[in-house]
């Protein structure tokens, strides 16, 4: 393969898998509407198709400008979106699609393709925008993916769970980033042992390589931290990270309730565990980044671009309310 068309490729995972393609001496063109900054602007190796995925149309302009033998699918939010570019891509080399490990409906440890049951997504759900729905629309993707390629479409699916790294905009994991650097004592949701696995975004975009030069059509290939760590674990690496420690508070639904908080309202927390089991996309070659490695990037950039994940779970003065009222039990 040669030619590759990153439908989206400005923002985070499409970002770095431009970055990944390039590497590896691809033509690269990127499309999208242009809505966000382009960091490949003043890179003469990147070309660019301005358009609205959502449209027909435009997806068969891109076609035909670019005329790429892989297309990689990071902004397929909804059933529809994979459906009209699983046709026009029909006759590509691989086409591979941004799925979730939000797809999975059954709580099972490890999460594995083609034996966990997938998310159902009925007519209402599959044009939703909420985040209610974001597994279910995923999962029907995956779907319309297989049923592609069952009619000769070289069509495949990635499964990451919550991805992190450099240019995060989510800012899920800059929320503790924040709270391990500025702060004494932080709030921890039930006693550190949750387990949500995360993948780092540059072994997302080698996954997405790998799978669009050697995969199989019609699989879904999980892909993730080969060392899943709890909630305390990543503490303890983004402390690390920053060469300081801090002092964790950890709390129950009940103490926290005294503030009107809940542990789901931390970001990172889940209270089953959640972890893919990456066999399948190792056997292409896959190996994932060490997680000291991978945080110690990831905290460094955001570090140095100020993100806080302020917007992303409970705010200080909560919880500073909360930890007077447990310093006094």
């Not at 301005?50 to 005329?67: I, M, N, P, S």
């Amino acid at each position: 393969m040669d030619t590759a068309l990153v439908i989206g490729g400005t923002r985070f995972i499409g970002r770095h898998l431009v970055a990944e393609l390039l590497a590896h001496d691809y033509d690269v063109t990127t499309f999208n509407r242009g809505t966000h900054d382009n960091p490949f602007a003043d890179d003469d190796r990147v070309a660019r198709v301005e358009g609205d995925r959502t449209e027909r149309r435009a997806l068969l302009d891109a076609k035909r400008t670019v005329d790429p033998d892989a297309v990689f699918d990071c902004v397929a939010y909804k059933p529809r979106d994979v459906e009209s570019a699983t046709d026009i891509f029909g006759d590509v080399d691989a086409y591979v699609y941004v799925s979730s490990g939000a797809a999975y409906a059954a709580e099972e440890v490890p999460k594995r393709e083609g034996e966990t049951r997938l998310e159902s997504c009925s007519a209402e759900e599959a044009t939703d925008d909420s985040s209610a729905t974001y597994g279910a629309r995923k999962a029907a993707g995956d779907r319309i993916v297989f049923e592609a390629a069952a009619r000769g479409v070289p069509a495949m699916a990635v499964r990451p769970p919550v991805v992190y790294g450099p240019h995060d905009y989510t800012e899920r994991l800059a929320y503790w980033v924040e709270r391990v650097a500025e702060r004494d004592e932080i709030v921890v949701p039930g006693d550190g042992t949750n387990l949500w696995q995360r993948v780092y975004v540059e072994d997302v975009a080698r996954g997405l390589r790998l799978v669009a030069e050697d995969g199989e059509p019609g699989e879904a290939y999980n892909v993730g931290d080969r060392n899943a760590v709890t909630l305390d674990g990543m503490l303890d690496l983004i402390a690390d990270a920053l060469d300081t420690s801090v002092e964790r508070s950890y709390t129950s639904p009940r103490e926290l309730s005294i503030v009107d908080l809940g542990p789901g309202e931390f970001p990172l927390y889940r209270d089953a565990p959640h972890v893919l089991d990456t066999t399948k996309i190792a056997e292409l070659g896959y190996e994932s980044t060490p997680p000291a490695e991978a945080m110690q990037r990831t905290v460094d950039a955001h570090r140095e671009h100020g993100r806080t994940g302020d917007d992303n779970g409970p705010d200080r003065e909560t919880e500073d309310r909360l930890l007077d009222v447990l310093d006094t039990v």
